[in-house]
């Protein structure tokens, strides 16, 4: 676990040099998700957010800044796009992904585990 909390904290810092304001349109994922979503820890700079998502799970339409994802437990989601556009997604155990800003709703096609470095402005 050490491993994975230096491996989100290089990344964010390595990300962080893309980090841009953007318009927030929808709620943030901890107060949208609350029964699966975690916020673990929160400063001036990021947001750090364990979620635990089953087959079936839905997540309503919400935002994110550029953000660290690392699957502790990958698997398929299907996300649908603030234009209405859809796509499946399949992560893999212990992948990461250094993401752009994202409006996005989610349905979870199987379980995973994940934990998210939000970057702020």
């Known amino acids: 676990m050490k491993r994975v909390v230096l491996l989100l904290a290089a990344s964010a810092v ?7 304001s953007y318009p927030q349109t929808a709620g943030d994922l901890a107060s949208v998700a609350p ?5 673990l820890k929160e400063d001036a700079k990021v947001r750090v957010i364990h979620c635990i998502l089953k087959k079936g799970d839905k997540v309503g ?3 994110h800044p550029p953000f660290v994802v690392y699957f502790i437990k990958g698997g398929k989601s299907r996300y649908t796009l603030a ?3 859809r796509r ?9 992904q250094v ?3 994202v409006t996005h709703s ?3 096609l199987d379980d995973v585990d994940e ?4 970057l702020k402005q």
Do not use: F, N, R, Y
Not at 88 to 96: F, R
Not at 115 to 118: A, P, R, T
């Open 83 to 85: 234009d209405g556009s």
């Open 61 to 63: 339409m919400h935002s």
């Open 88 to 96: 499946v997604v399949e992560t893999k155990d212990g992948e990461a």
């Open 115 to 118: 934990i998210l470095v939000e």
């Open 99 to 101: 993401l752009p800003p």
């Open 35 to 39: 029964e699966h979503c975690k916020l």
């Open 14 to 20: 390595a990300a962080s040099a893309v980090a841009v």
């Open 106 to 108: 989610g349905e979870q």
